[in-house]
């Protein structure tokens, strides 16, 4: 079935469209009523509640791209991103005043799987553009920060979007959750030691492809709350994944490179991972012995683009020869700290210069804590 079967009302013009939708605050989740949904929930309730929801999230985030430095918007990278949201945006609100039918419902599902697909290069191909936007000609003080004040709230209001879209295409959908007790792409039994090994081995793997060596791991936890049971909360498993291995790639290349530079031929010094689960926190601390981070650097480790790693052949070109490097886009930091803080949690990152590194992670261990945290929009403009 066609796309414009559905189309009942005027097409308006997509700046109107924005203009509408961004005038609405988005409605944040808990984990607890996510959970809650996909188990008691229905396809049409999903619906109903997503085709207002999506919009608006998508619009509040183009209108405030719309208040980028003109240069940059110039990117032909910006510009296709821009593009994919415009067409999302145009799709979803086809559904506006259809009434919840199996039809409609069928093709909204489709429909959110497609633009799942078409925003599948949005972190990267936004890098790009800020990336050559950067290579043109100096950046001046504001432009830089505001820049990167939009990327954090931008990605940030992507994960969400992502999430609500996974939460319905797998839960009401034909798509099937990653693991059978998964709750969409949601665990609400998240172990989350399994994750941490996981991740640890993926990034092990990539660093001895690159450095021919690798530091080991060594896990301990506890469970204060209750001593017998493995260490579980309700959490997203792939963005508890993607924040234990961008830690680890930092972790074991600065272990690599600083005994490289100390002359250290002795077995690398351990990851250590601490993980805790307490009745109101979960906490992870990541600590290596790669040499720390000076003061002078530690208030722009969280700036997109910021590494001192060499810079990776290309973004969105992965055909580059030679082993994958470890860093190098200085994206890892900001993008983790965003998941962290997505559920109401946190990133920290705590050095001793010539020493080494301590990353906290903190999450919600409570349920109804954890409730989405989302950029909302500054509507005067
Ligand atoms: P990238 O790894 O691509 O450089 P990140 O955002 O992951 O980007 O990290 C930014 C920078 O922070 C790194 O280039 C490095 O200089 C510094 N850094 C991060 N983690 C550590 C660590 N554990 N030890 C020393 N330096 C670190
Ligand atoms: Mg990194």
Request: glycine fraction near 6%; charged fraction near 20%; charge should be neutral.
């Amino acid at each position: 079935m066609h796309l414009t079967r559905f189309l009942r009302f005027p097409q308006q013009s997509l700046a109107h469209l924005i203009d509408h939708y961004a005038k609405y605050p988005p409605t944040g989740l808990t984990m607890k009523r996510i959970v809650e949904f996909a188990r008691e929930g229905d396809a049409k309730q999903s619906y109903l509640f997503l085709r207002n929801e999506l919009p608006v999230r998508l619009a509040s985030m183009m209108k405030e791209m719309g208040h980028l430095p003109p240069r940059l918007l110039e990117m032909p990278s910006v510009k296709t991103v821009n593009g994919w949201y415009g067409t999302s945006l145009t799709e979803l609100h086809t559904f506006k005043e259809l009434p919840a039918t199996g039809d409609s419902v069928k093709k909204f599902t489709e429909v959110l799987q497609n633009i799942r697909k078409r925003h599948s290069t949005v972190i990267e191909t936004l890098a790009q553009g800020y990336m050559e936007f950067s290579d043109q000609a100096a950046i001046k003080e504001y432009e830089e920060s505001q820049i990167q004040y939009f990327l954090n709230r931008f990605y940030l209001s992507r994960i969400s979007i992502r999430l609500l879209i996974y939460q319905h295409t797998m839960c009401f959908g034909e798509e099937v959750p990653i693991h059978p007790t998964h709750l969409g792409f949601v665990d609400p039994n998240c172990l989350v030691e399994e994750i941490i090994k996981d991740a640890f081995e993926n990034a092990q793997f990539l660093c001895e492809g690159y450095y021919l060596t690798a530091p080991p791991l060594e896990l301990r936890k506890i469970n204060a709350v209750n001593a017998e049971e493995p260490i579980a909360i309700a959490y997203v498993p792939s963005h508890l994944y993607h924040i234990m291995f961008e830690l680890f790639k930092n972790s074991m290349r600065a272990t690599v490179e600083h005994a490289e530079s100390k002359k250290i031929s002795t077995p690398l010094p351990p990851v250590v991972v601490d993980v805790v689960k307490a009745k109101e926190d979960l906490t992870i601390r990541i600590s290596d012995r790669g040499g720390g981070i000076p003061r002078s650097k530690a208030d722009k480790i969280f700036r997109y683009m910021y590494s001192t790693a060499p810079r990776p052949v290309s973004l969105v070109d992965s055909q580059h020869s030679g082993p994958t490097p470890l860093a190098g886009f200085g994206y890892g930091l900001p993008i983790s700290r965003l998941y962290a803080r997505y559920f109401n949690g946190d990133l920290e990152i705590h050095s001793i210069d010539g020493y080494g590194t301590d990353a906290y992670i903190y999450l919600q261990a409570v349920e109804d804590q954890a409730s989405e945290w989302l950029p909302i929009c500054n509507r005067a403009a």
